[in-house]
């Protein structure tokens, strides 16, 4: 081992030959301040364990020589390209790129695996290996040179990563500083992506480029302290952990980039975009279909002209923030995708399935909802002064404003007037719309159409549940309003009453109205049992009584029968429910079964 070139002095207890010969393997101590070495290792025999600080700033290709960090910190390269052939290993020492040249991995060891890696320049090879870092830092805010994370291997590695991505930038440069083409597994947990002094990109570059596969049960959280801060994914990732975008922009440069399950959240200020710009230096521009668990956040999603899929993994989760772009969106999962914030975006939406709540705004988007999708929210569908958008073709899906409260949703419909159509409704045949509806004592859900409504051949079904202790009083309630409509199928009904009050409608030119009758005490009474094992009971749907007028049970009284009744506990229907306890004492004139023994006509008591 030569001496060092500046004269500087080793300490005490540091004693190695440079071919080995003296078998003195380790360099314990921390070499003098400044002091730089030209090391080539020439013996087979032994290696080079480093507990203390070091530099190797000559070049060459070790032969099978060891190098174990411990826990040292070593620093690699000046101007030539130099090979670790032998097995490289350490359990806490860290490792210093720097130069413009490479540095190679060439064994079967990992290298190091528990230290820090920082990249001052040049590449960094780890030739189908699978080092282990704590942390990964570009650059140090000093030393900023273009630098690369790659793997050459014939069988590709892994970067295993324990800690953060920080990238030390510099707003001169004019290509990117930080390209990672090697794969990257992530840990559990979160693993930041930031800069930590604040610098950003030029026009003309990202500040890190990923084009090698993350994986791994770790997510990904990109940071940094200034909001220009660029970054994209260049591959289609498969970590299953989430994505967070807290500052800057995350381009995605290849469709599917973020993985399908990751649910993703947008902060204020931060961006997504699928859309990758034709400015910028290493990833092909264009605009990049992605699917992922769910979207949340209050940041902004371009979608360029691209179509991004939410919902993969079931839950609910609300985006305030602003969907833009040409591009469209599609929902899919069994959650509710609430978007709260005023969305611009002028392509299709797509509801799958789950729900898709509008409590802020679209306005430029047509809304189609396919069966087992469905479209609520009490914000606004369109906008009068576009153009554009503003039309929801429901199809086999729902509107469905069952939300525990008495609310209205608007379709504004686009700035082309009443005539033209911005809701419809019915799909294709046999495929009808429904629209479900809460009532209250003395109101109801409904759904204003500012402009036309079209009803299909297939129809609409609306569908009535109460709030919980509230019967509608008797009157009449507008359930769906328009400018004008087009009756080709018709509105039905998915429930002929509640609560002693028959339901029916009637249509206007510019209304599909709820009619509310009282129902009087039926005189014959046939117990079925569907609403529940109550007497008294009123439900909703097939069944808003346990009583019908005839034995086969096909009409509902409507109506609990009363002191005059003739009630029989013998149907044709299949359900008898003699068995049931029926909760209070009643008086009726009729026998209770055809072989039970006949009550007294007045004041009978039934249990």
């Not at 289609?236 to 290849?254: E, M, S, W």
């Not at 046939?526 to 034995?551: D, I, L, R, S, V």
Request: charged share 10%; proline share 3%; net charge neutral.
């Amino acid at each position: 081992m030569d001496q060092p070139r500046d004269g500087g002095e080793r300490r005490e207890g540091c004693a190695h030959n440079g071919d080995g010969s003296d078998g003195g393997r380790e360099l314990p101590g921390r070499w003098h301040t400044g002091a730089t070495w030209n090391a080539t290792f020439t013996n087979a025999n032994y290696g080079v364990t480093i507990n203390g600080d070091f530099t190797f700033a000559g070049g060459g290709t070790t032969t099978a020589h060891d190098l174990n960090l411990g826990t040292g910190a070593v620093t690699v390269g000046d101007t030539t390209s130099t090979t670790f052939s032998g097995n490289t290993t350490g359990t806490g020492g860290s490792l210093v790129k720097n130069g413009a040249v490479t540095l190679s991995l060439n064994s079967s060891a990992a290298f190091p695996t528990s230290g820090d890696l920082t990249m001052l320049g040049g590449t960094f090879d780890i030739h189908g290996q699978s080092p282990t870092s704590g942390n990964i830092t570009f650059g140090d805010g000093t030393v900023t040179a273009q630098t690369t994370l790659a793997d050459s291997g014939t069988v590709k590695g892994a970067f295993n990563l324990n800690g953060t991505i920080s990238y030390y930038g510099t707003s001169a440069r004019t290509f990117p500083a930080s390209i990672v083409n090697t794969a990257i597994v992530l840990s559990p947990g979160i693993h930041l992506i930031a800069n930590p002094n604040g610098f950003y990109s030029p026009a003309a570059s990202y500040d890190i480029i990923f084009n090698g596969v993350i994986r791994g049960s770790g997510g990904i959280s990109k940071d940094g302290v200034n909001t220009l801060f660029w970054i994209a994914f260049n591959a289609q990732n498969i970590y299953t952990g989430p994505t967070n975008i807290t500052a800057g922009k995350l381009f995605l440069g290849v469709a599917n980039a973020i993985p399908s399950g990751s649910a993703v959240n947008v902060s204020a200020g931060a961006t997504l975009s699928l859309n990758a710009p034709t400015t910028k230096v290493g990833v092909t521009a264009g605009n990049y279909a992605q699917s992922v668990g769910s979207i949340s956040g209050a940041g902004t999603i371009d979608l360029g002209s691209a179509t991004l899929t939410t919902g993969n993994d079931n839950t609910s989760t609300n985006f305030s923030g602003t969907l833009i772009g040409t591009g469209g969106l599609t929902k899919v999962g069994a959650g509710t995708q609430t978007l709260s914030g005023a969305n611009t975006y002028t392509g299709a939406t797509t509801v799958n399935a789950g729900v898709l709540l509008i409590t802020g705004s679209v306005s430029g988007t047509t809304i189609t909802v396919n069966s087992g999708g469905s479209v609520a929210g009490s914000g606004a569908f369109g906008s009068s002064s576009s153009a554009t958008g503003g039309v929801v073709n429901v199809g086999g899906g729902s509107l469905n404003l069952v939300d525990g409260a008495i609310n209205t949703l608007t379709v504004t419909g686009n700035s082309s007037g009443a005539g033209t159509v911005t809701l419809i409704l019915g799909g294709a045949a046999g495929a009808s719309s429904a629209i479900n509806l809460e009532t209250g004592a003395s109101s109801t859900d409904k759904v204003v159409v500012l402009q036309k409504a079209q009803v299909n051949a297939s129809g609409a079904v609306i569908n009535l549940t109460p709030l919980a202790g509230t019967v509608l009083a008797a009157g009449t309630y507008p359930l769906v309003t328009f400018a004008s409509d087009t009756l080709t199928g018709a509105y039905s009904l998915g429930t002929a009453g509640y609560g002693g009050f028959a339901y029916t409608l009637s249509h206007t030119a510019t209304a599909e109205n709820l009619v509310v009758t009282a129902v009087t005490t039926p005189a014959v009474a046939y117990w079925n049992g569907g609403a529940g094992a109550q007497w008294n009971t009123f439900g909703t749907g097939a069944n808003p009584t346990n009583w019908f007028t005839t034995a086969g049970a096909t009409t509902n009284t409507l109506q609990i029968p009363g002191a005059t009744t003739d009630v029989s506990f013998t149907t044709t229907s299949g359900a008898t429910n003699l068995t049931n306890t029926l909760g209070a004492d009643f008086s009726t004139r009729a026998s209770i079964s055809p072989r039970a023994v006949r009550p007294r006509r007045s004041a009978a008591r039934i249990r």
